[in-house]
């Protein structure tokens, strides 16, 4: 089936510092993928829908120059989280839909800001 | 709408039982639904789906139950094994494009052996 990766899978950085994260579809072209929050005990929660060739579309409550999405190629996003601190400490999930509409999602970023 | 809780509800049952997970959700527009599997530190499994035109799909040791009338969708998980302790999320979406997934709040299984 369809993979979708994410790079890196743990990272652990000061408190303003920028963190990126990748999510790659790898057999399939991706014109959308979503980013996704969960933190402990907690659902999945939508950040933003991320759209190749246009800007990405946040969901109520996210900063958008907060939490910058690229999307830049049909295979790639990216989740740039700027001048973290600790309280965006999450598990950051990406997932991508194939053809057929069936969302695939990527093993997660875990992100410990100190 | 989206539904977040605080903590997650527990459902603990004996090894080879059989397991039963519900699960409401809020958006009437919603018809396609689908059930996954989180184990720790980990990405979202797909287990299985219905369509609202459905009420019953069967896989295999799983069937899901969708009641469009209270919004209620349920899993249940034929012969529990250990190996299927996790969290299970149900999720919901419009289908048509590439429409967005809203989760819900999530049910931990924990199988005793």
């Known amino acids: 089936g369809a993979v979708v990766s994410q790079h890196p899978s743990r990272v652990i950085c000061k408190s303003g510092t920028s963190v990126k994260i990748e999510c790659r579809s790898l057999d399939f072209q991706a014109t959308t993928m979503f980013w996704y929050r969960q933190f402990p005990k907690q659902s999945l929660m939508l950040m933003a829908t991320?759209?190749?060739?246009?800007?990405?579309?946040?969901e109520q409550g996210v900063e958008k120059d907060k939490f910058l999405i690229n999307h830049a190629s049909l295979t790639l996003s990216t989740l740039t989280v700027t001048s973290a601190h600790p309280e965006d400490s999450s598990f950051y999930i990406c997932?991508?839909?194939?053809?057929?509409?069936?969302?695939?999602f990527g093993p997660g970023t875990r992100l410990t800001v100190l | 709408g989206e539904s977040v809780g605080l903590h997650l509800p527990t459902l603990s049952v004996q090894e080879g039982d059989n397991s039963i997970i519900n699960c409401a959700y809020s958006?009437?527009?919603?018809?396609?639904f689908i059930w996954y599997k989180q184990e720790s530190g980990k990405g979202p499994q797909f287990i299985i789906d219905i369509r609202s035109n459905m009420d019953k799909r069967q896989g295999q040791r799983v069937t899901v139950l969708l009641n469009k009338t209270v919004k209620h969708l349920s899993l249940q998980i034929a012969a529990t094994q250990p190996g299927d302790s996790a969290v299970y999320f149900c999720a919901e979406t419009v289908s048509g494009g590439y429409q967005k997934v809203t989760f819900g709040t999530g049910t931990k299984l924990q199988v005793i052996p």
């Open positions: 991320s759209n190749e060739g246009s800007k990405a579309t946040y």
């Open positions: 958006n009437s527009a919603s018809d396609y």
């Open positions: 997932s991508a839909p194939s053809g057929t509409g069936e969302q695939f």
